[in-house]
């Protein structure tokens, strides 16, 4: 639980951080063609509000504010004061800007943005960006009953290969192309053993976005987090961080996956292949009925461990990066166009 808290807070840094690095790049491109083209610059101003720390510096006010939400460079001749606030110098004690002043002074930010991708892009090249090993494994590990996957005909086991015909290579590609496809039905290519289909469904969508997604679990393995007092679990001796990894010879590819299966095994001998502490070993177990539900239960809270769950670091292109930026942008306009 610490270790996703601190990873959490990480992530949020990471963001904020670039995110304001992104502000000061833009200004910074604005203020610099300004000074090449001769206009006069009054402000330099990283957030709004008032200022957290001030200082002027060759009659240019260099500024910090106190509201995190963007910042700008006051230029008089620019005529923008609703957002830099009136001008300490009379409009007309200054030469007017010509329009191959104005011109590359505005679009100095944009172009500045650019330049910090594309550095960006080659640092992480050179350095590397950490990901998940398991991302890239689009082995599905369980298929809810009475859902829209299970009657395109899913199962578990199968591998993702592509959506809509393009080929994808981590869960973020599936749900990203799931998500941004153009169409309400969904074409998933899988690949099930030595053979290879197309199946076609309508996924559901998030209840609170609206975003299309496919109702798949990821493979993983289940581990044993908590045995309930006095249950069949208990009394077949089975303990905490015991991996389940088959079922009546059955492999076992999810915490969901497990369930259907025990769920499906009510008042019957169920024989389980544990790992525990690198040993398998067996146990015989028979589920009990769920008061509610009927289902088979042995009494026990789960977690899940993804098979390979190490940290592996990708050097992607920078030519990959960009394009990937792009054709995610031009999918996102799509997607809005034909919602």
Known sequence: ?????????????????????????HELGHYLVGRWR????????????????????????????????????????????????????????????????????????SFANILLGIVVACVVTIVGLPRDASNSDLKVGYVPANSAERDAGFQPGDRIVTINGKQVNDWDEVRQRVALSLSERVQVGIERGHETKVLELQPSKDSLLKIRMLNLDHANIPVLAKVIPNSVAQKAGLREKDEFHEVDGIRVLSVGHLKELIGARKGKLTTLVLVRKGRRIQVQITPEAEKTTGLGMIGVRLDARVENDKVVIVNPSPWSQLTKSVLLMVDTLNALIHT
Request: hydrophobic letters at 55%.
């Open 38 to 109: 001769g206009a006069k610059i009054e402000r330099f101003a990283v957030w709004f509000g008032p200022a957290l720390w001030s200082r002027t510096v060759n009659g240019v006010e260099f500024r910090l504010g106190c509201i995190p939400l963007g910042g700008y460079v006051a230029f008089p001749q620019l005529s923008m004061e609703a957002i830099e606030g009136k001008s300490d110098t009379p409009l007309a004690d200054l030469p007017p800007l010509r329009p191959k002043d104005k011109i590359p002074i505005l679009l100095a930010g």
């Open 1 to 25: 639980m610490g270790a996703q808290i601190l990873k959490i807070a990480y992530f949020i840094f990471v963001v904020l951080l670039l995110f304001n690095l992104t502000i000061f790049i």
